[in-house]
Nanobody, 125 residues
């Protein structure tokens, strides 16, 4: 059974930073064969892809809304993916999810095979 568990969310003020982690587990599951992505979903809105990182970690893609503020990274040895979020804004308030896709993947949620349960990030003004 594959599990992705996000952590690091919370309540912060505008301008603060947070670092989200996504720990993957499963008897034979290793993220080194997967594209990993971070998504978010605010109430009443569709799930939005924020950042993706290729299995080697040498290819990253960001949504315009977070480019230059958020940074995705991965530690394949620890089976963990991170999202460093800087200069947070109230509009960043959402539930944040990590996801894994076999092989190459983009920003389409349907390309992802495994999802975490999400972690809430709330940014106050």
């Amino acid at each position: 059974q594959v599990q992705l568990v996000e952590s690091g969310g919370g309540l912060v003020q505008a301008g603060d930073s947070l670092r989200l982690s996504c720990a993957a587990s499963g008897r034979t599951f290793r993220i080194n064969l997967y594209t990993m992505g971070w998504f978010r979903q605010a109430p009443g809105k569709e799930r939005e892809c924020l950042a993706t990182i290729g299995w080697r970690g040498d290819r990253t893609v960001y949504a315009d809304s977070v480019k230059g503020r958020f940074f995705i990274s991965r530690d394949n040895a620890k089976n963990t993916v991170f999202l460093q979020m800087n200069t947070l804004k109230p509009e960043d308030t959402a539930v944040y999810y990590c996801a894994a896709a076999r092989g190459s993947a983009g920003d389409d949620v349907h390309q992802y095979d495994y999802w975490g349960q999400g972690t809430q990030v709330t940014v106050s003004s």
